[in-house]
């Protein structure tokens, strides 16, 4: 009876370091899921707003030379200077797009500057190399949680005790040579 | 970073496996009890079935099968419930464990790891039956 005892207390010990090791990964996997959420927000963090209308007198600047462009081909044709019929104005897309932006830049600009207003009201922005180092951080502590994971599973398979992985687990930190 | 990529890879691939036969056996399970149930429900419907077809007075001697088979039903509904929920865990973890093992495959096979090589791959490689010796070891 009191070997029986003692083979209860030594299974329940056992049943008891397993929860424990169960809960130690619990407690990364948590940390995991966190900070893969701050990861996730960090990726659709947008550029500051002035960068936005930096980006957009860019792209409007880029417009008018390409409808300047296509404008000074037609003056050649209507000078007779160029060998090719006079006036055809057969624009491709790009440069109907064009055309019509240049034909009221300042329009344009106020319309596209007005959406931007409105989504970045109340919203947090960060400038690009800023945000690209931040994200490389916190991708550097994600996978050593990963790391950190997968090696309690290995000690725990080790001492005889069976956790799962996360099918979504990093195959980096699944693969990798973990030292005891 | 340093990679242990054969051995890691035999080693999910094991426990993939094992995952798969474990989901396997619950399944069996499951389908077994669902087999004893229909049964005992059959049983019970003749048990009924009998009380109505005897007279009035013999009709008290067939208490006895109805409640046993009513008891049989309850046990092996219990039963059930518990290897459902069994089945549907091993499911799942044999579905994850499966996930797992091919995108960390994908993943070796894209870095241009070293695979765990298999009895087919001895080939004309001398060394190869000695490496295959060293994979059966982890």
Known sequence: ?180 | MQFDAAARLSHLERVRDIRAKAARDAQKRRNDLIAALTAARRALFDAKEAAYLVGFRERESTKGPILAAQGSVADLEAALDTADREWRAARDASTDAAQLYDAVLRFAQGQGLPLPLKVGDVGTDPNAAVRIQGEVRL
């Open chain 1, 1 to 180: 009876m009191k070997a029986l005892d003692k083979l209860k207390q030594a299974f329940a010990k056992q049943a008891d370091a397993a929860r424990s090791v169960q809960e130690t990964v619990e407690a990364v996997r948590d940390q995991i899921i966190a900070t893969g959420n701050d990861l996730a927000q960090l990726r659709a963090t947008p550029e500051p707003q002035a960068s936005a209308e930096t980006a957009l007198d860019r792209e409007i600047a880029n417009h008018m030379a390409a409808a300047q462009a296509a404008l000074s081909r037609e003056v050649a044709g209507l000078s007779g200077i160029a060998r090719r019929p006079v006036m055809n104005l057969d624009p491709s897309p790009e440069e109907a797009l064009s055309l019509q932006i240049a034909l009221n830049p300042q329009g344009f600009r106020k319309l596209i500057a007005a959406e931007l207003a409105e989504f970045y009201k109340g919203r947090e922005a960060m400038p690009r190399d800023q945000r690209d180092a931040r994200i490389k951080e916190i991708e550097a502590e994600l996978l050593a949680l990963e790391t950190t994971e997968e090696g309690m599973i290995r000690q725990a398979e080790a001492a005889g005790i069976e956790i799962l992985r996360r099918a979504n687990a990093d195959p980096r930190a699944v693969l990798a040579l973990i030292e005891n």
